[in-house]
């Protein structure tokens, strides 16, 4: 396992914020965001708003959607080594 480096805590945000923060970066909407996946407009309100949690399966619709690596939604503020982020 010496080829792997321990993850370090960045920053501190919210899974919800990490969702907010990835889509409004690529400029969409909750509403275009709930075209992409599927998931109700109204549950990823509640996701960004961490009244709902994100669970792995909606993580990774989400991620696909918005192009990033599962991990950055359900661990945010971690950094990811550059292996898992390709």
């Known amino acids: 396992m010496n080829e792997f480096r321990p993850a370090k805590k960045r ?15 690529q400029e969409l909407s909750q509403n275009e ?3 992409l996946t599927g998931i109700p407009q109204a549950t990823i309100s509640a996701i ?6 994100l669970g792995v399966e909606r993580a990774k619709i989400l991620a696909r959607a918005l192009k990033a690596h599962p991990g950055v939604l359900v661990f945010p503020g971690w950094e990811l ?6």
């Open 11 to 25: 920053i501190t945000v919210s899974v919800g914020e990490s969702v907010r923060i990835i889509r409004e970066l």
């Open 33 to 35: 965001l709930s075209k």
């Open 48 to 53: 960004e708003n961490d009244r709902v949690q």
């Open 81 to 86: 080594p550059n292996e898992a982020a390709a």
